[in-house]
């Protein structure tokens, strides 16, 4: 059974802050998307990595994929109140078919 | 506007009583899946359909129904409902089962 392990579950920083989520499977996915959502809402995809090692970045988010593809990170610098909110990790496997979602990382920005 | 709709967005009911959260996609997607969102369980897949007539169960299939008669619309039956089921619901299509997911708006379902 694919797992993914999202951490931390919960931060609350001050405005301003730097901060890293992280992502780790001991499986190996073909993708790793990171959504965000806010209350009220669903999800919404902020970006997709497919390569190992890559990087992306999104504004203040950075995106990093594993070299072996199997963990993620999501760093965001300069945290701003606007930030606050739930961030998903989801791994994706074109073998499977499966897309498995990591368990959540709450977000408080404060200002 | 590519979109995902569910219907509807809050319902409070007693525990029995038979109910549907409709779905529908206007992005002409294949697949589409329903999850329950609950605390510290994140989002937990119920049933998924890979096409029209083509359904399956996810991971917490137990209490749920579902259909796929027409592939814009994948409405989730809950036909005796329990306190158990009171949870955050969000209906999903995407282009593959693995791809990019677009999510509906969310029901927030409470059995009484």
């Known amino acids: 059974t694919q797992l993914l392990e999202q951490s931390p579950q919960f931060l609350s920083i001050q405005e301003g802050e730097n901060l890293t989520v992280y992502c780790n499977s001991s499986s190996v996915f073909s993708s790793l998307q990171w959504y965000r959502q806010e209350p009220g809402e669903g999800p919404v995809l902020l970006v997709t990595?497919?390569?190992?090692?890559e990087v992306k970045k999104l504004k203040r988010l950075t995106f990093q994929f594993g070299d072996a593809r199997k963990d993620s990170s999501l760093h965001i610098t300069a945290a701003q109140p606007g930030d606050t909110g739930l961030y998903l990790c989801?791994?994706?496997?074109?073998?499977?078919?499966?897309?498995?979602f990591g368990q959540g990382t709450t977000l408080q920005v404060k200002p | 506007e590519a979109q995902v709709t569910q219907n509807p967005r809050y319902l409070i009911t007693v525990t029995g009583k038979k109910l549907t959260v409709t779905c529908s996609q206007n992005?002409?997607?294949?697949?589409m899946s329903w999850y329950r969102q609950d605390p510290g369980l994140g989002l937990r897949q119920i049933y998924y359909?890979?096409?029209?007539?083509?359904?399956d169960k996810g991971d917490v299939p137990e209490g749920y129904k579902v259909s796929r008669k027409e592939k814009r619309n994948f409405p989730l039956i809950l036909e005796s409902p329990s306190p158990n089921q009171t949870s955050l619901y969000f209906c999903a299509s995407s282009s593959s089962s693995y791809n990019e997911q677009f999510f509906g708006p969310g029901t927030r379902l409470t059995v009484l």
């Open positions: 992005m002409n997607h294949e697949y």
């Open positions: 989801a791994g994706g496997s074109s073998n499977t078919g499966k897309l498995i």
């Open positions: 359909s890979m096409n029209v007539e083509v359904t």
């Open positions: 990595v497919v390569t190992g090692g």
